[in-house]
C-alpha cells in the first residue's frame, strides 16, 4: 500500500469516526437546556465584564472613573446581554429574577439550576477577566497587599461591601426593598395587558431602569439586587488572593444572595395587587364547554417557555392572554 493510499484511508476512518461524534455534538448543542445555560452564561459574563470594569475604573482609575460611570456600565451591560440572550434564556441574568419565575409558575423549577448555574460561572469568568486584565493596576493601588477595607481596598471592585454607615440589618432591608422596586417595574415594562414598552426597546427601557437605581438607591448597600452579581466574584476574590476576609468582613456575604430573592418575589406580589387584580379580563369563549375545568385560565398560568424578544430581567406579562411562545424560551 502506497504512502498516498494509507492517507486516503486515514482521512476516510477519520471521517467514519468523527461523523457520530459530530452528530452527537449537535444534538447536544440544540438541547433546550444546553442552549440556556449558555444564553445565560455568556449575557451575564457580558455584563459583569462591563460592570466590573467601570468599577474598577472607579476605584483604581482617578478622574478616569465616576460612580456614575459604574451605573452606566452595569445599566448598559443589562441591555447589550439582553440583546444577547433574550430570544434563548429571556436573559434573566439575576438568580432573584429566575427565582421569582419559578414561585409565581412561569418557569419550573428544573431550570432553575440550570440558569443559576449558568448566571454564577459567567460572573465567575467575568471577574477572573476583569482581574487579569487591571492586574497591575490594582497591584500598584494596593501596594500588593490586597485588602477589602481601607484606602486600599480592591475587593470592592469584584463584590459589594457595607459602608460604615450602615448596619447588617439595614443593609438587608435596603437590598430587599431595591431589588422589590426592580422587579416591580421590570413586571410594569414587559406587561403586555397594561401599558409595556415598544416592540423592540425592552432592553435599553431595562438599562435605563438599571441605571436609574443605581444613582437614586445605590449608596447605601452598592445595590447588589442579584446573588449572580455578588456571591460568585467574592468567590474569586477569596481564591485570588484576598482571602477569608471577603466573606468575614461585617458578615455581609450572605446578605446579597438571601435578600435579592425576597425582595423581588415581594415586588412581584405587589404588582399584582396593585395591578394585576385590577385588571379587567376578556370573557373567555369555549367552544365546548364541557372542557372549561381542563382549560381553565388562571392568573399566573404555569409555564416553561418565554416571550421571544423579551428579557426575562424582563419578565414576561402575567396575564393569560401574553403566554409566551413554546420556543424557548433568561
Not at 131 to 160: E, Q, R, V, W
Amino acid at each position: 500500500m502506497t504512502q498516498s493510499d494509507r492517507k486516503r484511508r486515514s482521512t476516510r476512518v477519520s471521517k467514519v469516526v468523527s461523523t457520530p461524534t459530530a452528530t452527537k455534538m449537535q444534538v447536544i448543542w440544540q438541547n433546550e437546556n444546553v442552549r440556556e445555560f449558555l444564553a445565560e452564561f455568556i449575557s451575564t459574563y457580558v455584563m459583569m465584564v462591563f460592570g466590573l470594569g467601570a468599577v474598577a475604573h472607579m476605584v483604581l482609575g482617578g478622574k478616569m472613573g465616576s460612580y456614575l460611570a459604574v451605573n452606566l456600565g452595569f445599566g448598559f451591560g443589562v441591555t447589550i446581554g439582553v440583546h444577547m440572550a433574550g430570544n434563548i434564556s429571556g436573559a434573566h441574568m439575576n438568580a432573584a429574577l429566575t427565582f421569582t419565575s419559578c414561585a409565581l409558575g412561569r418557569m419550573s423549577w428544573k431550570k432553575f439550576p440550570v440558569y443559576v448555574l449558568g448566571q454564577f460561572l459567567g460572573s465567575f469568568v467575568a471577574a477572573a477577566t476583569i482581574y487579569g486584565l487591571f492586574y497591575n493596576a490594582i497591584i500598584d493601588f494596593s501596594g500588593g497587599k490586597l485588602m477589602t477595607t481601607g484606602p486600599t481596598a480592591t475587593a470592592n471592585i469584584f463584590a459589594t461591601y457595607l459602608p460604615d454607615h450602615m448596619t447588617l440589618w439595614r443593609g438587608f432591608l435596603d437590598e430587599v426593598v431595591v431589588t422589590g422596586m426592580l422587579q416591580l417595574c421590570l413586571l410594569a415594562i414587559a406587561d403586555k395587558g397594561n401599558n409595556p414598552t415598544l416592540l423592540g426597546t425592552q432592553a435599553i427601557v431595562t438599562g435605563i431602569l438599571v441605571v436609574i437605581i443605581g444613582i437614586s438607591l445605590g449608596m447605601n448597600s452598592g445595590y447588589a439586587i442579584n446573588p449572580s452579581r455578588d456571591l460568585p466574584p467574592r468567590f474569586f476574590t477569596f481564591l485570588a488572593g484576598w482571602g477569608s476576609q471577603v466573606f468575614r468582613t461585617k458578615d455581609w456575604w450572605w446578605v446579597p444572595v438571601v435578600a435579592p430573592p425576597l425582595g423581588a418575589y415581594c415586588g412581584a406580589i405587589i404588582y399584582l395587587f396593585f395591578i394585576g387584580s385590577n385588571k379587567r379580563q376578556e370573557p373567555q369563549v369555549l367552544e365546548n364547554p364541557l372542557a372549561f375545568e381542563d382549560h381553565k385560565i388562571s392568573v399566573l398560568p404555569k409555564t416553561t417557555s418565554h416571550q421571544h424578544g423579551v428579557a426575562s430581567l424582563t419578565p414576561v406579562s402575567v396575564y393569560p392572554e401574553d403566554r409566551p411562545s413554546a420556543l424557548y424560551h433568561p
